[in-house]
């Protein structure tokens, strides 16, 4: 079944510690993203990319990389976890073209003590 | 730039009580104009869609129209259910822009 996945779905680490949050799909799409989401519910985007080996920064700056090695993998790192960075990480995926819908995994909780 | 203005919630509301949550916008060129919706512990899911004026969108009960002379594309629900409670996000393209989400509850 055509989906994308995120894991872990809870995460709780200290402060300082290098941190990855996987993104996958199995839909084929190009193009992939990567939200932060306010505990009041906002959504910011931080990082997108249009394929392999393409990768943007969004609207709002973070500390966090990423990488597109893979056409259906799309990995978030932190190097330094602060607990500034606690947050939940929605990442998701369209097709190519500007007018299309995305396709949402089902999120990361990440808490940093 | 695109920008995305959403009704402020909460929003609370009794079992098969009228919706409407409003949203306007700010874009250039012909944007499609969308709303999610994301339920508890969940990510966001497509709830309809609109990808030129006049056309109408709908599911679920939901619908909404988008108006391209006043901005709008407001979500309506004739009768909401207590299933219906979640956050639900306004958005367009091209750089998937967001509104602020409004919370729905709904009490039977």
């Known amino acids: 079944e055509a989906d994308i996945y995120q894991t872990p779905r809870y995460l709780v680490i200290g402060t300082g510690k290098k941190i990855t949050l996987e993104c996958s799909q199995t839909?084929?799409?190009?193009?992939m993203y990567w939200y932060q989401q306010d505990p009041g519910m906002e959504l910011h985007l931080i990082h997108y990319?249009?394929?392999?080996?393409?990768?943007e920064k969004g609207d709002l700056s973070s500390e966090s990389t990423v990488s597109r090695i893979r056409t259906e993998h799309f990995p978030l790192t932190l190097e330094s976890a602060r607990p500034s960075h606690t947050s939940q990480y929605l990442c998701a995926s369209s097709e190519a073209g500007d007018l299309q819908e995305q396709f949402f995994g089902p999120g990361t909780r990440l808490t940093v003590l | 730039g695109d920008s995305v203005t959403q009704m402020e919630g909460p929003v609370t509301l009794s079992e098969e009580a009228f919706l409407t949550i409003n949203c306007t916008y700010t874009?250039?060129?012909?944007?499609?104009l969308f709303w999610y919706v994301q339920y508890p512990g969940e990510g966001l899911q497509l709830l309809l869609k609109a990808t030129k004026a006049d056309d109408k969108g709908s599911n679920k009960g939901f619908e909404a129209t988008y108006r391209k002379e006043t901005t709008s594309f407001h979500l309506e629900k004739g009768s909401v259910q207590v299933s219906d409670s979640a956050v639900y996000f306004c958005a367009l393209t091209q750089k998937l822009t967001f509104g602020t989400g409004t919370r729905l509850t709904i009490i039977p």
């Open positions: 839909m084929g799409h190009d193009k």
């Open positions: 990319s249009y394929g392999v080996n393409s990768t």
């Open positions: 874009a250039t060129g012909y944007p499609s």
